[in-house]
Nanobody
Framework: QVQLVESGGGLVQPGGSLRLSCAAS????????MGWFRQAPGKEREFVAG????????RYASSVKGRFTISRDNAKNTMFLQMNSLKPEDTGVYYC????????????????????WGQGTQVTVSS
């Protein structure tokens, strides 16, 4: 079992930045894929970014590409999501997640293929 704990959400003005963190534990987490999803009120949970821990391969949703950066600190078993140029439509609860690797460089965008989830952290972009 992989345990995940997020931190770093908050209220920010449009155009601002936030960095989310996700601390991972469990003996198998480094062999899988970690990611960030978000969910706005009344909407389905959507993929934001993913990272294969061992290879460092990344994938981004088109809506955040060029503004968000997913990264990891191997020594601290922590994943980050640096969010710049934030927009009101980025508002939602952000969830850290882990799942087993798919083949090759593939990273799933379906929440159904990720088995472990953090508790979520609220991000609100508003003036």
């Amino acid at each position: 079992q992989v345990q995940l704990v997020e931190s770093g959400g908050g209220l920010v003005q449009p155009g601002g930045s936030l960095r989310l963190s996700c601390a991972a534990s469990g003996r198998t987490f480094s062999s899988g894929t970690m990611g960030w999803f978000r969910q706005a009120p009344g909407k389905e949970r959507e993929f934001v970014a993913g990272l294969k821990w061992l290879s460092g391969t990344t994938r981004y949703a088109s809506s955040v590409k060029g503004r968000f950066t997913i990264s990891r600190d191997n020594a601290k078993n922590t994943m980050f999501l640096q969010m710049n140029s934030l927009k009101p439509e980025d508002t939602g609860v952000y969830y850290c997640t882990w799942g087993p690797n798919l083949g090759g460089t593939a990273i799933s965008t379906s929440p159904a293929l990720f088995g472990s989830w953090g508790q979520g952290t609220q991000v609100t972009v508003s003036s």
